[in-house]
């Protein structure tokens, strides 16, 4: 059973980088053809893709993102990490890692989520 867990800092100030890093058990991060996925849902609002790493290290982010967001990851510790940058409070959201068969922008083709992480940011 493959389990994920997001960690990272909960509280980030206006202009910072928001750092979050997801655990996953279970099941290795490099294996062929796994999609490896960042989620975010602000409050009262839909889940919103954010961007990817494969399992081959390829990364793909959402077009409106994509000057801000990237996302590595530690094969070692079976860890994928992401980085978001220049936050605003419009950043505020729950934050969910996932992982999909294939890479994927839907978020209903993601099958194992981790439990989410609140990230406020606010100075």
């Known amino acids: 059973q493959v389990q994920l867990q997001e960690s990272g800092p909960g509280l980030v100030k206006p202009s910072q980088t928001l750092s979050l890093t997801c655990t996953v058990s279970?099941?290795?991060?490099?294996?062929?053809?796994?999609?490896w996925s960042w989620i975010r849902q602000p409050p009262g609002k839909g889940l919103e893709w954010m961007g990817v790493?494969?399992?081959?290290?390829?990364?793909y982010y959402s077009p409106s993102l994509k000057s801000r967001t990237s996302i590595s990851r530690d094969t070692s510790k079976n860890q994928f990490s992401l980085q978001l940058s220049s936050v605003t409070p419009e950043d505020t959201a729950v934050y969910y890692c996932?992982?999909?068969?294939?890479?994927?922008?839907?978020?209903?083709?993601?099958?194992?989520w981790g439990k989410g992480t609140l990230v406020t940011v606010s100075s």
């Open positions: 996932a992982r999909a068969i294939r890479v994927s922008v839907a978020p209903r083709e993601y099958d194992y």
């Open positions: 790493i494969a399992y081959d290290g390829s990364t």
């Open positions: 279970g099941g290795s991060i490099t294996t062929s053809y796994y999609a």
